[in-house]
């Protein structure tokens, strides 16, 4: 993204040029001095470039003690998603604490600075920037920032804070070592979260203690025990295993779905779910006759209810048996199987 200047910020270039051969008196340690301050109060650990603060350090004798990396930004244009300005500053940040964690004792030979474009239009003039990502080193003897810093490419944003960490290490004798990336959880919201698993594992053990849980729900167990048995009987962990689908297309007729596989050695997900449907209506009624139905003093209405089980057990044992026809050459159609 082309970026202009106005006229002031060619006035404030010809000021500075002005300044610099004059008075070279400024102490170098000094300015040192002032950019670690500015460095620690910064949450980031980047510092803020004004236009003040660059005069500063062009007055300052070359060589200088220590090296610049300036991250040009533009509030304007962090809407415009195909320069993705807020993602390039965030790995910008990254690099920036990447390098003072792997090099606590000489972070005050490496100096990051960011400068916003509203602010300070002059720095930009000053650097050359053309254009938006951009980024530029500028080594200790460096006089002329545009001619003698070193420009960052479009293939040192490409790969990020890594990239960006290998053009620092190519064009300076710094190493920024490994690139340290902020978790998906911060520290403090882990510290709420075990707090929060530690008082709520109160309230679970006292609950456990007292009996008073799903698991001393013998509801609970049946319902399991019932889940345990349909995904036994109708084959789900051979399914998973081999990766069978539920269904395929006809070869015959690509409108329809084949449920049922013609043919021994094998069978489709749809097949097990069915005959594990069966297979359950019949355990759940041979269950409920021999530890329910006993119970009942009427006659009657255990005759009732032993017939009609009888007669839905028998309905589902055909239907197992018509599938096992179908697996052995028939083709069946889930319409046809439940019709």
Avoid at 92 to 102: C, M, V
Wanted: aromatic share 12%; glycine share 6%; net charge positive.
């Amino acid at each position: 993204m082309a970026i202009s200047y106005n006229t002031i910020s060619f006035l404030f270039i010809i000021v500075v040029l002005l300044l610099v051969p004059i008075n070279h008196s400024l102490n170098s340690d000094d300015l040192v001095s002032e950019l670690t301050i500015l460095r620690a109060r910064s949450t980031t650990s980047v510092i803020h470039l004004s236009n003040i603060l660059l005069i500063r350090m062009l007055l300052v004798p070359v060589p200088r003690p220590f090296t610049l990396l300036v991250f040009f930004d533009s509030q304007k244009l962090h809407s415009d998603s195909e320069i993705s300005l807020p993602t390039l500053k965030n790995e910008f940040l990254i690099l920036t604490s990447s390098f003072h964690a792997n090099n606590p004792a000489n972070n005050n030979k490496l100096f990051f600075f960011e400068i916003e474009f509203q602010e300070s239009r002059a720095s930009f003039a000053l650097f050359g920037v053309k254009s938006l990502p951009h980024g530029c080193l500028v080594s200790p003897f460096a006089t002329d920032f545009e001619r003698d810093s070193s420009q960052m490419e479009s293939s040192d944003f490409s790969r990020h804070a890594e990239s960006m960490a290998e053009f620092v290490e190519a064009k300076s004798k710094h190493t920024v070592g490994p690139i340290h990336r902020p978790g998906f959880i911060s520290k403090k919201q882990k510290m709420s979260i075990i707090a929060q698993a530690l008082i709520l594992s109160l309230f679970l053990l006292k609950k456990i203690v007292s009996g008073n849980t799903l698991l001393h729900n013998k509801n609970t167990w049946m319902v399991g025990s019932i889940f345990v048995y349909f995904f036994s009987v109708s084959g789900t962990m051979y399914n998973i295993i081999n990766k069978i689908p539920i269904a395929m297309v006809d070869t015959d007729d690509p409108g329809k779905l084949v449920y049922f596989y013609d043919g021994s050695g094998m069978q489709l997900g749809a097949e097990g779910f069915t005959i594990g449907f069966f297979y359950t209506i019949f355990g759940l009624l041979l269950a409920f006759i021999t530890r329910v139905l006993v119970h009942e003093k009427n006659r009657n209405i255990q005759r009732l209810v032993m017939f009609l089980a009888i007669f839905v057990s028998f309905r589902a044992v055909k239907k197992v048996f018509t599938c096992i026809t179908g697996n052995l050459g028939l083709v069946i159609y889930m319409g046809e199987l439940f019709g």
